[in-house]
């Protein structure tokens, strides 16, 4: 049976539910998602686990930040919501964003003790392969877009509507960022922007990287990195599955989830 409570973190209301028995475990959702994706995932470790999943802020029913929130911000909440709860050491199951998260609770000396095993999938803030095509358009379009540039406006546009027809231009767009508006926009810049390379070497705990092969927001280069900068990581690949491999293949998902947790 879920169990739907509320939170309160520095004047923010956190929705979360709880399912389970046994062990805590963490369990966080990716960018623009929330805690009702990783659910079903929630109940099928239910029987080995009491599992919280929580609406991270800004998210599901949760209320969003009143200032722009960096990754270290959620990890501070993570961490309240861990000691508060007396669920230390919790493990930790985390999708996309709540990658970032992980990373950086894991690396941190004051936050790194109230973990304990680790899965990751389809995590983000590893910095992303790029072409050299890819950074001569992003580089035009900031010139082309500069107040001080003498072309007159009609070329400019014209020049923004060639590079707008490109896929190029589709990356330099994403559609989480174009989606949103006000904090939360500011959120997603702030946190995007934070490579978690220099986290990895200072994560001693063990970290399963559970990755769909076909994952192309994280791709499995991403993972390969995590796994070899990690010293207790492993890496194991779904077949036939993308970013959301524990809803492309949720039945193999939690049963692999389910002998690291009990192991």
């Not at 590893?126 to 095509?133: D, E, G, Q």
């Not at 904090?183 to 001693?204: A, G, H, N």
């Amino acid at each position: 049976m879920q169990n739907s409570q509320t939170y309160h973190y520095k004047n923010l209301s956190i929705s979360y539910k709880t399912v389970g028995e046994g062990k805590p475990l963490l369990i966080l959702h990716g960018w623009g998602s929330s805690g009702a994706v990783m659910w079903p995932l929630a109940e099928q470790l239910a029987s080995i686990r009491t599992c919280y999943v929580l609406d991270l802020p800004g998210f599901g029913d949760s209320s969003s930040p009143g200032c722009p929130w960096s990754v270290s911000d959620y990890v501070e909440l993570a961490a309240q919501f861990i000691r508060d709860n007396n669920i230390e050491p919790a493990d930790l199951l985390v999708h996309s964003f709540g990658g970032r998260m992980a990373l950086k609770l894991c690396a941190q000396s004051n936050t790194g003790s109230l973990v304990d095993k680790v899965l990751i999938t389809g995590g983000a803030g590893m910095k992303p392969k790029r072409s050299a095509s890819y950074y001569l358009k992003k580089y035009t379009a900031k010139l082309l877009k500069a107040p001080f540039w003498l072309l007159p406006t009609a070329l400019r546009e014209k020049g923004l509507e060639q590079l707008r027809a490109t896929a190029v231009w589709k990356a330099l767009g994403s559609s989480d960022y174009r989606k949103l508006n006000g904090v939360m926009r500011e959120t997603f810049v702030k946190t995007v922007s934070e490579y978690l390379e220099p986290c990895l070497p200072q994560i001693p705990h063990e970290v399963l990287l559970l990755w769909g092969r076909e994952d192309d927001a994280t791709p499995l280069y991403q993972a390969r990195r995590m796994e070899k900068g990690i010293e207790n990581a492993a890496l194991v690949v779904i077949d036939n599955a993308g970013h959301y491999a524990f809803l492309d293949r949720p039945s193999h998902f939690a049963s692999i989830a389910r002998a690291f947790f009990e192991g």
